[in-house]
């Protein structure tokens, strides 16, 4: 098969080349899919970058990726099962995560094939696209992992998300609405338009209007979601009801944010470590949801049209260092897809 190959951390241009390789053997609680669509996202460059370098020590590898392909996020067609796999069977169509870890290490989602345990995925919707189911694994474990839950939310309730034309920001917006939320996207103008269609109640250009300087009943918050990452807490206070969250999703701008060894991360831990002290942040928590369920309720989200994906471009396996260096400009509006068979 063919596949991107990654030796060593770097630019993407420098350390990704197209290969042929060996179609991967599947364990036996995995299954062999045929790649239809794989999608390009935040945490794919900071583990082909190896930055911040922490994300070496956090499952990546050490001195060089632990798998040697890149991609993570994937939707395909099922052409062999091992022995234990219970959940599918050849010629399923499935969308999920190559992997059964969290999101720092290497998939081998850019590939004609991937091997892929089980429990990471989920049948594909009929009337999603492999495009469009490809292009939400990754950003809506993300978004649903740190949104309150559903029991939290009462009809009307004010939400702003902060980054709202990203990924993550352009899921949550979604989830929002359809949990019966009155829903703020903050991003930049070109993608004011992309949340409107997306159901955003009001938008706003954070270059033309600081929100966090809002002073009607209005514009006060029951939840501030910063996907983004540029707010500060104290700002955000100004604009929170008295039970109103703040939750920061930790974005560090493809390492323009923070150190190289730890990025953003040591003021992620510090808003953890304020948490039981400051009632507009969310109580600590260590349960995850399984990878499994997560999957199946984005496909739920999927199949009602609840969630729409928007697509922006989509580039050959070849192309794959392009689709990076596209992401990482910032100049699309939409998710970015690879389709290896392309």
């Known amino acids: 098969m063919k596949a991107i190959v990654q030796t060593r951390y770097g630019p993407p241009e420098e350390v990704l080349e197209l290969r042929e390789l060996d179609t991967p053997a599947v364990a036996d609680d995995e299954v062999l899919v045929r790649v239809c669509a794989a999608s390009v996202h935040p945490d794919v460059w900071h583990v082909v970058a190896g930055r911040p370098r922490v994300v070496r020590l956090m499952g990546a590898g050490l001195r060089k990726p632990k798998v040697a392909v890149p991609g993570t996020d994937l939707a395909g067609v099922v052409e062999a099962v091992g022995k234990g796999v219970t959940r599918f069977a050849v010629g399923d169509r499935v969308f999920g995560e190559s992997h059964r870890k969290m999101q720092w290490c290497n998939g081998g989602a850019f590939a004609q094939f991937a091997a892929a345990p089980q429990d990471s995925l989920a049948p594909k919707p009929a009337g999603a696209s492999f495009d469009e189911a490809a292009s939400v694994p990754t950003a809506g474990y993300i978004a649903l992992l740190n949104l309150p839950a559903e029991t939290a939310w009462v009809k009307g309730c004010n ?9 993550v920001g352009s899921i949550a917006l979604q989830v929002a609405k359809a949990r019966g939320a009155t829903v703020t996207g903050v991003d930049c103008a070109r993608k004011l338009e992309l949340l409107r269609t997306l159901g955003a109640d009001r938008v706003i250009d954070y270059r033309r209007e600081d929100f966090t300087q809002g002073d009607g009943d209005d514009e006060r918050y029951d ?20 039970k109103g969250l703040y939750v920061m999703i930790g974005h560090d701008h493809f390492g323009d944010v923070g150190g190289r ?23 600590l928590s260590f349960a995850v ?9 984005l496909g739920a989200l999927l199949e009602s049209g609840q969630l729409t994906p928007v697509i922006d471009r989509t580039f050959g396996l070849a192309e794959v260092p392009e689709a990076m260096r596209y992401m990482q400009a910032g100049g699309g509006v939409g998710r970015i897809i690879i389709q290896p068979w392309a």
């Open 289 to 297: 949801p399984p990878k499994r369920e997560v999957m199946a309720r």
């Open 159 to 167: 939400v702003l998300i902060n980054g709202a034309g990203g990924g």
């Open 223 to 242: 939840l501030i979601f910063d996907v983004a990452s540029t707010l500060s807490l104290k700002a955000c206070k100004r604009v929170l009801k008295p």
């Open 261 to 283: 060894t730890f990025g953003g991360l040591p003021h992620f831990f510090g808003l953890v470590a304020r948490a039981p002290f400051d009632r507009h942040l969310p109580p």
